[in-house]
């Protein structure tokens, strides 16, 4: 079984390719290059974090088109599950999770015939409800005791990582 390894340093590739400028206002993300390799046919089963379910969703059908022998099987889900799945002897040719910590698991196990490659990295943003009634300007604000703040399940980067900010 051929198994890649691509790892994302934080939370989504989505949010880099469509997120927000410093200004507020929204960019949008460009096409999705994929160019074809030579030699790639079959069915190609891609294990991915779910915050990449909607840019993963754009590249499968690019890479098909550019690779006519190919098909591509998304299973998305939290980092960590699919690190389980995969030390558990689940089949995947690629596997994308939103930390490295997952990705060092898989490497500890010697789960990946490849060698992880960092293919984008993202950052931690406050979101705020419109008008941001709270008055909520960074992290040290969120010790307020009025205010509501929802968090990621730790289980999965988004979370660890806003715990740890």
């Given at each position: 079984?051929?198994?890649?390894?691509?790892?994302?340093?934080?939370?989504?590739?989505?949010?880099?390719?469509?997120?927000?400028?410093?200004?507020?206002?929204?960019?949008?993300?460009?096409?999705?290059?994929a160019?074809?390799?030579?030699?790639?046919?079959?069915?190609?089963?891609?294990?991915?974090?779910?915050?990449?379910?909607?840019?993963?969703?754009?590249?499968?059908?690019?890479?098909?088109?550019?690779?006519?022998?190919?098909?591509?099987e998304?299973?998305?889900?939290?980092?960590?599950?699919?690190?389980?799945?995969?030390?558990?002897?689940?089949?995947?040719?690629?596997?994308?999770?939103?930390?490295?910590?997952?990705?060092?698991?898989?490497?500890?196990?010697?789960?990946?015939?490849?060698?992880?490659?960092?293919?984008?990295?993202?950052?931690?943003?406050?979101?705020?409800p419109?008008?941001?009634?709270?008055?909520?300007?960074?992290?040290?604000?969120?010790?307020?005791?009025?205010?509501?703040?929802?968090?990621?399940?730790?289980?999965?980067?988004?979370?660890?990582?806003?715990?740890?900010?």
């Amino acid at each position: 079984m051929r198994r890649l390894a691509i790892l994302v340093l934080v939370a989504a590739l989505a949010a880099v390719a469509c997120g927000g400028d410093d200004d507020g206002s929204s960019t949008e993300a460009t096409e999705p290059a994929a160019e074809g390799i030579e030699g790639v046919e079959g069915t190609i089963t891609v294990f991915a974090a779910a915050s990449l379910t909607d840019v993963f969703e754009e590249l499968g059908p690019a890479f098909e088109e550019a690779n006519p022998d190919a098909t591509v099987e998304f299973s998305f889900g939290p980092s960590s599950g699919l690190v389980t799945q995969i030390t558990e002897g689940a089949p995947a040719d690629v596997i994308a999770t939103a930390a490295t910590s997952n990705m060092e698991d898989l490497v500890a196990a010697d789960a990946l015939d490849g060698v992880p490659t960092e293919f984008a990295t993202n950052f931690l943003e406050l979101a705020v409800p419109t008008g941001n009634p709270g008055d909520v300007d960074g992290l040290d604000d969120l010790a307020d005791e009025d205010l509501v703040v929802g968090l990621c399940n730790e289980e999965v980067p988004c979370g660890r990582f806003a715990r740890e900010a």
